[in-house]
């Protein structure tokens, strides 16, 4: 212990005199190390934030992303004005708002529903059953919705029709497209994201628990006393986090699960920049580009807003 | 003093009350959640091996129907199929094991708190899960390299992923102890020794989770196949998945209008216990491989984010 002490204070005042040769001299394996993902995230994360540029040139494939003519705000003018886009923008943030209404709470709920369930094989199972569909792929998610509920041979439309005694075209109705998309994101979703919460909840000091017993407190009792308090910080941590996706619903599920039938309903910013950027003989790169920088922006400026006010109401942030 | 004890005795038995309420309502919630998560997966098992009138007539709501293997032999026979899972087997493979050795790469300097690069690092590569250039700079990166339409364009663009390594940094962190690298260092044990025989050794637990992840993530890529692959040669197995499950039904009618003037209905219904089956045989790897390694995620997810 003391020799550790006397050790440790050596290195923090050998620290302070330390010069950059010194410390790379010393450190040379750790920066070899970290050459090839420093490399990595410049090339595939740094410099994709300088060809954003594009979005403020009219991009010409002959002339490459530098040598495009400046256009300024142009693109983004054109953006506004563009017939799709508002619809895309207001599809958008129905899906995303509906989603987050429902990703943030369920998982709470559903690890405190682990956490108190009786019986440890009962809860394993239906901690497995819950965690599953989140490795299935979205291609088979989508395409477990369309044949579950196909309209001849679906097995949600035949339990409907024995149900209410009529048939219901789940797919056929573009009123369903939202419902769908939301409730199998949380079918597949929730259990997953309940993880985070469930080892926030087991970290809760037992004593707490067993004092309150005592003290005759019944288990909604503790629940709300004892174990929401000391997982809010997850809870704001991930709210944080889930704010960032307020204007980029996923693009894979949304781009499947489009058809002509859902269309008005179903065609999103990410599914606007990409039919922008890979249509026609000669895409619109600018214009795409535009999209994607404006949901980027929003999204990041979403993210420093929550941590803000996260940071002033409980003192919970990201850094 | 009575009437304390009176009342302690009431609250206890109110308390039982409220807790056996509790009770009943929690496993009610967990048991609509087990049948509600399991039920679209047991139905989908079933119709694969169902006939498909029974199916179409209704009668599959739990167990197999007229059982038949026709769909898998179907899917076995199905050049197209082969094709993917060869591909989806490669670029998970290659592909995770990049993932890996970056992330290890990345996450042991950046614990490392002697470090000196390590703040502004650690920043750096945490401001790009904020912020992001977009689809169409990163595709006209991938162009400028060379990679479209190459098996690269699937390695290389997905090869480091950021979050993991947070969660591995966080987990060297915070399990394996600072003075176990003072007397490793003081033994003359350099830093890739040490990263490869204590503190490797030490993290099975997150490696297995962040293996886990890439697999899954490789094996069910599927945006970027889309974006940089043209050749059908190269297609991994969920843009293949994509066009037999999801483009082939608004051919279906059309199918349906010439097999009924040739009379060879069977192949049209032969499409639909196809698809099921589709479904099980390619999303079963991934099933069984969370199974088993199961265990892990206790140890590694849960110790590793605690911290969030």
Redesign the interface.
Known sequence: MKF?RQ?REE?ITS?KKET?GQ?IKR?W???L??A???I??V??????????Q?AFRKYVPAFG?WGSKWVGLYQFERMFSHPIFWKALKNTITLSTYTLLLSIPIPI??AI??E???GKF??K??Q??????H??????L???I???FDN??G?FI??I??IFGAKVNVLGDAKFFRHLYVWSGI?QGA?WSS??Y???L??VDTQIHEAAIID?????RRIWHIDLPSIR??IA??TIMSM?SILSVG??KTY?MQ?PINYDYSEVLATL??SM??AGSVPD?SF??AI??A???V??VM?MITNKISKTLSDNSL? | MNTVKTKKCNNRIKSCFADRVFDIINTIILAFILIITAYPLIITISSSISSANAISAGKVYFLPVDITFDGYIAVVKNKQVITGVTNSVFYTAVGSAINVVMTVLAAYPLSRKDFRPQKFVSLMFAFTMWFSGGMIPSYILVRDLGMINTRWAMLIPPAFGVWNMVLVRTYFQSNIPESLFESARLDGCDDWKYLMKIVLPLSKPILAVITLYSVVGHWNAFFSANLYLQSAKLQPLPVILREILLLSQTNDIANEVAMATEGTASLQELNVILKYSLVVVSSLPMALLYVFTQKYFTKGIMVGSVKG
């Open positions: 550790n050790k290195i620290k950059w410390e450190n394996q750790l920066y190390m970290l090839l993902p420093f990595y995230i090339v595939f994360k740094y410099y994709p934030m300088v060809g954003a594009i992303i709920v559903l529903c682990f108190y369930a009786r009962f809860r199972s239906v497995m059953s819950a965690f599953l569909p490795f299935l792929s979205t291609v088979i989508v395409s477990l369309n044949l579950l001849r041979t097995v035949h339990i029709q024995n079918w259990g993880i985070l469930i080892s926030a087991s970290g005759g407190a019944n288990k909604w910080p997850t941590i991930m960032g693009f894979d499947m058809n920049e990409f950027g890979t790169y795409a580009a994607g920088l949901v980027s922006v999204s990041f993210v850094w």
